[in-house]
C-alpha cells in the first residue's frame, strides 16, 4: 500500500535506487538486507525546497531528504544543517524524526542526503483543519503553541548549538537576506516588494540582540500530529532554521489569521481567515498561550515589524519556489501556482506594518482568559434552556412522587416512563451527548455553561445523555478505546441503549492515595482475571447498566507505582461479578442514577482486548478523563447552588419573623448576597478552567481543575447551608430537595479526591510556579 501523501519519484528527481539501497545496506544500521526485492521509493508531493522521499524495504520505513538537483541560490538547501538540528534536538527529547544517517557524498544519488526515521500520523495542508471538529481544532492549535513555545524555551548550550548561527543582528540579516533572496529570484519588477524592504530596514527593532533556536517555517502542514490525539509527534522541514529572535516564528505562523484569500501554503484553494474559524483559537489567545507557557511576560512590541517580515519572507520563498519551477527541479508539483502570490504578499506585509497589524483587535490577557461561547454554544444552550422550561422542570414533582412512591420497592432503581419519554423527545431535538467535543462540537467553554443548566434539576442530565459516570467513561473509550471496543460499548452508550459505572474506590484502603489499591487484574494468556473489592460503584444500580471500567494493580516491581494500574472493560453479566449492597450517602440511595454499590470480582475472566490503551496506564487513563468530568460536576454543582440561592430567596419574601419579612432581617439580606458573590466566584474560576481545558488542555490546566474541585463544592455547601437555615426545619424534610442537596454537595469534597490531596497538590504547583519565576528575574 502506497504511502499517503506521495507520488511516483517525478522524472527530473530520479535517482539510482540500487545504488541507495547498496549504500544503506552497508552504512545504515538495521536497514534490512531481505527482502530480496529492491527499495521502494516514492515522493512526497509536497515540500517546496528540498525534495524528500518516502523508502520502504521490507517492514522497515525511513524518508530521506537530499538537495535539488541543478543550479541553486547562494546558501540555500543545507541538508548538513537540518541534519544537525535534528540531532541535537532528538537528543533532548523535542518532537521531531529520529535522524539515523547523513551521506555528503553527491556520488551516491546525485546530490547530499540524509536519512531519518518515518513518523506516523496526521498531516494537515489546510491551516482552517476542515477535517476535524471545531473542538479539535482548538486543541490542535494549542498543541501547536505549545510545541513552539517549548522549542523557543531550549538554552542553547544544553543543545550544544552555540554555533549554529549567529543572533546578534537577527532582524537586519533575516530582512536582508530576504531581499536578496527574492531579486535574485525574481522575475518581473513589482513595486510593493521594494517600498516593504525600505519600511523594514527602516523599523529593525533597536534591541535586535536575542538568540534563541528559531525554526524558520513553523507552520500547520510542517508538523505531524498523533493519529487520534491532539498532540504534536514531529516537526519537520529544518531548513530555515538558525539562531534569532523566536518572535519571528509566531509571527510567521499568524500569517493565515492575517490572511484573507488563496494561497496555497495555507490552504487547498479556499478564502479563508482563521479569526472566522469555527474552534480555532483567536490569535491573541494563542499568544498569550505562547508567553504562558514560555513564563515570560507578554510583550508584543515590534509585532508589527515581525508581520511584515513573515510577509516579505514568504513572498520571497514563493519566487524562490517559482523560479526553481522554471529552471526544472522545484520539488512541488504546483509551484507554477507561488509566482502570482508576490505581490499580494507584499501589499498585505506593508499594509499590516503601516497599521500596526493589531492582534485580533483585542488585548492580550492571560493565558486562561476568559472568552464569550461559540456562536453554536451560545444556540445550543438557549435551545436547552427552553426544552428545560417546557419540558424537564414541569415533570420534577411528578419523578420526585414517583420515587417517594417506590422508595421502599425495587422499582426505585426502575425509571419512570416520563424520564424516558424526555429523553427520547432531547434525542429527537440534537439535545444529545452535549459533554463531548468530538461529537457536539462544542468547547469545554460551552459545555460548562449547560453543565449550570442541568444542574437546576437532580435528573437533568441524563434527559441528554450527559449524567455521570457514562460522560466519563465514554471519554475514556473516545480517547483511549480501541475501535473494536468504541464499536461494542462506546456506539451503544451513546445512543442511550445501556448504561454504565466505574469501580475505582475500595473499601479496605485509604483511596485518597489510588496507589493503596489492592484488587488486581493478573494477565492469563489471552485473558485478564480481576480480583478485588469496590465501593461507591456508581450506576451500578442501574438496571440498564451492562458494562462497568474497573480500575485494578497489573503488578510489575520494575515499574513505577504510579505504571502499575491498568483500568478493563468488565461487562456486568460476567460470572464472579457480585452486586452487594448499596450504599447511602446520608440516607439517601441516589436511586435516580443507580446508586453507589459496593460491588466484588471474584476471579472475574474476561478477553485480554478489554483492556484499555496498555497494562500500566491507569493513571494516565485517569486524568485524561477526571479534568473534564471535574467541569461538569462544578458547573452541575454551580446549578443546584443557583436553586438553592432560588429557594432561599422565595422563603424569606414569603414568610415574615418578629413583624419582618425575612429578607428585611439584615443577617439574611447578608446572606443572599454572600450567596451571589460565592456562586460568581466559583463560576469565573470553573469557566477559566474550562477555557484553559479548551486551550492546554487538562495536563496543562491542572492547577486550575484542582482550584475548581475545591472550591465549588465548598461554595454550593454554604449556600445550601443557608438556605437550610432560613427555611426552618421545613427545609429538612420532604417538601424542599434541600436535604438531598446537601448531601450531594457534601459528599464531593470527598468524590474524585478529599480536598486536602488537592490543596496538597495546588500549593506545591504554586511553589514551583512562584520559584519558576524568581529564577527568570535573576
Known sequence: MAEPDTSEVREKHRFSQAALDSYLSANL???????????????????????????????????????????????????????????????????????LLYCKDAAVIGTEFYVMEHVQGRIFRDVALTEVSPAERSALYVAVIETLARLHSFDLKALDLQGYGRGEGYCLR??????????????????????????????????????????????????IFHSREARVVAVLDWELSTLGNPIADLAYLAVPFLWPSRFPVFTQGNDISLQNV???????????????????????????????????????????????????????????????????????GLELAKRGAAVAEAPVGAAGELSQQSQKGRKVLQQLKEFMKQHVLPAEQEVIEYYAKHESSQLRWKKPLTIHKLKEMAKAEGLWNLFLPAVSGLTQTDYALIAEETGKCFFAPEIFNCQAPDTGNMEVLHLYGTAEQKKQWLEPLLQGKFQSCFC??????????????????????????????????????????????????????????????????????TPGVKIIRPLKVFGY???????????????????????????????????????????????????????????????????????????????????????????????????????????????GAKKQIAMIKVAAPRMACKVVDRALQVCGAAGFSQDFPLGLMFAHVRSLRIADGPDEVHLSAIAKMELMEQAKQLSAKM
Open 504 to 573: 475505582m474506590t475500595e473499601p479496605d484502603v485509604a483511596s485518597s492515595d489510588a496507589t493503596n489499591m489492592e484488587c488486581t487484574i493478573q494477565r492469563d494468556g489471552d485473558s485478564y482475571i480481576i480480583k478485588g473489592k469496590k465501593w461507591w460503584s456508581s450506576g451500578a444500580g442501574n438496571p440498564d447498566c451492562k458494562v462497568a471500567i474497573v480500575m485494578g494493580k497489573t503488578r510489575n516491581s520494575s515499574l513505577s507505582k504510579y505504571k502499575q494500574h491498568s483500568m478493563i472493560l468488565v461487562p456486568f453479566e
Open 174 to 223: 533575516q530582512v536582508q537576506t530576504w531581499k536578496n533572496q527574492y531579486k535574485r529570484a525574481a522575475n518581473v519588477n513589482i513595486p510593493a516588494m521594494q517600498q516593504l524592504t525600505d519600511w523594514l530596514l527602516d523599523n529593525v527593532p533597536a534591541n535586535d540582540n536575542e538568540e534563541k533556536l528559531t525554526h524558520g517555517d513553523f507552520r500547520i502542514d510542517n508538523i
Open 589 to 699: 440511595d441516589d436511586a435516580p442514577h443507580g446508586g453507589h454499590f459496593e460491588v466484588h470480582f471474584e476471579q472475574v475472566q474476561v478477553p485480554a482486548s478489554n483492556m484499555i490503551l496498555g497494562e500500566g496506564r491507569g493513571f494516565e487513563i485517569a486524568q485524561g478523563r477526571l479534568g473534564p468530568g471535574r467541569i461538569h460536576h462544578c458547573m452541575r454543582t454551580i446549578g443546584l447552588a443557583e436553586r438553592a440561592l432560588q429557594i432561599l430567596c422565595e422563603r424569606a419574601a414569603q414568610r415574615k419573623t418578629f413583624g419582618k419579612k425575612l429578607y428585611e432581617h439584615e443577617v439574611v439580606a447578608h446572606w443572599i448576597a454572600e450567596c451571589r458573590i460565592d456562586i460568581e466566584q466559583a463560576r469565573l474560576l470553573t469557566l477559566r478552567a474550562a477555557k484553559a481545558i479548551d486551550t492546554v488542555g487538562s495536563a
Open 278 to 348: 469555527e474552534g480555532i483559537p483567536a490569535l491573541n489567545e494563542l499568544i498569550a498561550i505562547y508567553y504562558h507557557c514560555r513564563g515570560i511576560p507578554t510583550s508584543l512590541s515590534n509585532w508589527n515589524f515581525f508581520i511584515a517580515l513573515a510577509c516579505l519572507k514568504l513572498a520571497g520563498i514563493s519566487q524562490g519556489v517559482y523560479a526553481r519551477y522554471t529552471l526544472g527541479n522545484s520539488s512541488a508539483e504546483d509551484a507554477y501556482r507561488f509566482a502570482e502570490m508576490v505581490k499580494p504578499l507584499a501589499e498585505k
Open 29 to 99: 544500521p538495521d536497514f534490512p538486507l531481505t527482502p530480496p526485492e529492491p527499495l521502494m521509493v516514492r515522493q512526497y508531493r509536497s515540500g517546496q525546497s528540498n525534495p524528500t522521499f518516502y523508502l520502504q524495504k521490507g517492514t522497515k520505513q525511513y524518508v530521506l531528504r537530499k538537495k535539488p538537483h541543478g543550479p541553486l541560490l547562494p546558501g540555500a538547501h543545507r541538508i548538513d544543517r537540518e541534519y544537525r538540528v535534528q540531532s541535537a534536538l532528538f537528543a533532548a527529547g523535542f518532537p521531531v524524526p529520529k535522524p
